[in-house]
Nanobody
Framework: QVQLVESGGGLVQAGGSLRLACAASRSIFSINAMGWYRQAPGKQRELVAAITSGGATTYADSVKGRFTISRDNVENTVYLQMNSLKPEDTAVYYC????????WGQGTQVTVSS
């Protein structure tokens, strides 16, 4: 079992930055992959960024060069640093962990004003 708790969302102006954190209830060292997804109103949930246990990363084209995903195996936390935010980044951001099954957090709202 893995419980995930996201934090760090909020309201920011376009061009600003936020750092999201996803704290896991147990060691993430052996978790195959962890990722951040987002869902805007009326849209499907989409992958934003993911990181494997080996540190390999992947990003959605829309956030490349602006967002950075990282993991701290000591703090059992995955971070998403979001820079140069745009209004279209507004969404609920969810953390996911993949072991033999998927685990999701409750989400954190990010709102970017123009």
């Amino acid at each position: 079992q893995v419980q995930l708790v996201e934090s760090g969302g909020g309201l920011v102006q376009a061009g600003g930055s936020l750092r999201l954190a996803c704290a896991a209830s147990r060691s993430i060292f052996s978790i195959n992959a962890m990722g951040w997804y987002r869902q805007a109103p009326g849209k499907q949930r989409e992958l934003v960024a993911a990181i494997t246990s080996g540190g390999a990363t992947t990003y959605a084209d829309s956030v490349k060069g602006r967002f950075t995903i990282s993991r701290d195996n000591v703090e059992n936390t995955v971070y998403l640093q979001m820079n140069s935010l745009k209004p279209e980044d507004t969404a609920v951001y969810y953390c996911k962990a993949v072991t033999w099954r998927e685990y999701w957090g409750q989400g954190t709202q990010v709102t970017v004003s123009s």
